[in-house]
């Protein structure tokens, strides 16, 4: 058995020979994908949000939103980026100043039945459809959703 080492991201020990480093630090394989899954969707939420408001960094507000809602509803962030951009891209909702991103657990499990049903819609049109037809399905306003959750489980948000 080699040097015992802890994961941070799941604060377990595992051996260090069997684990990933990454700036000095050792996480299980596992652990090291999730967080840097995390990262990456953390990265895509703020863009987003920044984007919308039009601000170049979120604000400490915001960010503390972010945190309880994954604290408190554990939510996912990629299920919240998904649910603002069911509110104010697919509903066409606008921005309330002031307000935050407090709407997201009004529209999070609407804008998850939204992207699943979406999702087996692509699916039954990847079945059924040749190809050559399929350019239609690009004109489709909501196709650039589907093809970007189509990456991620939705069922696991
Ligand atoms: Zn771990």
Not at 6 to 20: Q, T
Not at 103 to 124: G, M, R
Request: charged share 30%.
């Amino acid at each position: 058995m080699g040097r015992q080492v802890k994961c941070p991201y799941c604060e377990r020990k595992l051996d260090k020979d069997e684990s990933y480093e990454y700036k000095k630090r050792y996480y299980h394989v596992e652990c090291f994908e999730e967080w840097n899954q995390e990262k990456t969707h953390r990265e895509e939420l703020l863009s987003y949000v920044c984007n919308l408001y039009k601000m170049d960094a979120p604000t400490g507000m915001m960010l503390k939103q972010i945190k309880d809602f994954q604290t408190d509803y554990k939510y996912k962030l990629k299920g919240m980026e998904l649910a603002l951009r069911y509110f104010h891209d697919t509903l066409g909702n606008s921005v309330v100043e002031g307000a935050g991103i407090g709407i997201i657990p009004f529209v999070y499990e609407d804008a998850k039945k939204h992207y699943i049903q979406l999702s087996k819609v692509e699916e039954s049109v990847e079945n059924t459809t040749p190809k050559k037809t399929r350019v239609v399905e690009v004109q489709s306003p909501t196709f650039n959703y589907t093809s970007k959750i189509h990456k991620i489980d939705i069922t696991s948000l």
